[in-house]
Structures are given as structure tokens and as C-alpha cells.
């Protein structure tokens, strides 16, 4: 979760301790959410198969 | 602790840079990305002062927020972050392995971002603008995880 965790602090929190969320901030926050959660969903089964063939 | 400052530190002083960066500062990435998309999309960009890199027929702009600069800083944190042993070797390993890997998945994003505009993508509430920072996110972090895999794959396996 370390990417994950990295990503969301550098696009999410960065911009709202910094104060330089501006008023689109919300819309860009629910694309990236939707985003990360798209781009997680294969890697617990990758990792499970990747488990399985070691 | 060491490693979590000087991490910090470093992403902190690049966003800093980032946000008032113009066009020309961002040229170092901006450069290299849109040489790698010419390649990919056989699409000639043009350096326009103020803007970026511009190209009117499809009418596609790489300008500096396209520079990829939040992922060079999630990248460079992610492989700092997921190693142990010689902090100030891997400091600047992990700062050149971020750029080439940021300028890589950029071109790629940017070669996508280029033929969804160019098609006119859209779906239900998702936009072409929303569109392309979606499938950006969904670039972004896949290839993180890719990084973060690949400094996994180095460590030597315990018995």
C-alpha cells in the first residue's frame, strides 16, 4: 500500500496542507479516489497468482 | 526516521519549485516526454513560449501541469521509502530511476491522453477533461506499484 499511500499524500494531502487546494479540488479528489480504486482492483489477485507460482 | 525526513524534504522542495514553475523551467521533463510521444504517435509537437509543446492539428497542448511532476515525486518517494540500507546512495539512484521512469509512464499516459482527444472520448459523467486525469490516476498508480515491485523483486529471498 506504500504507492498507494505516496500517490494519495503527493495529489490529496499535499494540496490541503499546503492551501493550495483550489475550488475544483473536489472533483479532482473523487477522480483520483476513483482512479486508485480502479487501478488497485488487479493487485491482490496478481499478487495471490504471483504467490502461488513461487 | 532519517529516511522519512529527507524524503519529505525532498518532495516538499520539488512541489515547492513545481508550483510556480513556467513552461520553460518544466523543460527538462517537458522535453524529453513529448521526444518519447513524438515517437509513440508519429505527432510533431512544437515548443511554444508560455505554453508548452503544441500540436494545432489535433489540437493537443503538454503544458507544465502535464509535466508529471506529482507522479516524479510519488515515484522518487515510493523507492526511497520501499528500501533499506545506504540512505545517501539511494538518494540519488532513486531520484534518476524516478525521472526515467516518470518521463516512460508520462509519454505513455500522454500517447493515450492523445488518441482519447483526438477521438473525442466520453462516458456518462466522465468528460474528456475528467476522462484524462482519470486514465492518468489509473497510469500513475499502476505503474507505482510496478516500481515498488521491482525494488521488492531485488531483495535476496530468505530461506
Known amino acids: 500500500m506504500l504507492p498507494l499511500a505516496c500517490y494519495l499524500g503527493v495529489t490529496l494531502a499535499m494540496p490541503l496542507l499546503d492551501g493550495n487546494a483550489g475550488p475544483a479540488f473536489a472533483e479532482h479528489a473523487i477522480l483520483v479516489v476513483l482512479g486508485s480504486a480502479l487501478a488497485v482492483i488487479p493487485w491482490p489477485w496478481l499478487m495471490r497468482a504471483r504467490a502461488r507460482g513461487r | ?159
Not at chain 2, 512544437?46 to 500540436?55: K, L, Q
Not at chain 2, 493537443?60 to 521509502?81: D, E, H, R, S
Not at chain 2, 545517501?88 to 491522453?113: G, S
Request: proline letters at 4%.
Open chain 2, 1 to 159: 526516521m532519517k529516511r522519512i525526513t529527507l524524503t519529505l524534504a525532498v518532495v516538499f522542495a520539488v512541489k515547492l519549485y513545481y508550483r510556480s514553475a513556467s513552461a520553460a523551467d518544466l523543460d527538462w521533463i517537458l522535453r524529453p516526454t513529448v521526444w518519447l510521444v513524438e515517437l509513440v504517435t508519429r505527432i510533431p509537437f512544437v515548443r511554444e513560449a508560455g505554453i508548452g509543446y503544441f500540436n494545432r492539428d489535433v489540437g493537443f497542448a503538454v503544458i507544465p501541469a502535464c509535466a508529471g511532476v506529482n507522479f516524479l515525486v510519488a515515484a522518487f518517494a515510493t523507492l526511497m521509502l520501499a528500501q533499506r540500507g545506504r540512505l545517501w546512495l539511494q538518494l540519488p539512484v532513486a531520484a534518476l530511476a524516478a525521472f526515467a521512469a516518470t518521463v516512460v509512464v508520462n509519454a505513455a499516459r500522454l500517447a493515450v491522453a492523445v488518441g482519447l482527444h483526438h477521438h473525442r472520448v466520453s462516458f456518462w459523467f466522465l468528460t474528456p477533461p475528467r476522462l484524462h486525469q482519470l486514465e492518468g490516476v489509473i497510469f500513475y498508480v499502476t505503474a507505482l506499484f510496478l516500481l515498488a515491485l521491482a525494488v521488492q523483486e531485488k531483495k535476496p529471498c530468505a530461506a
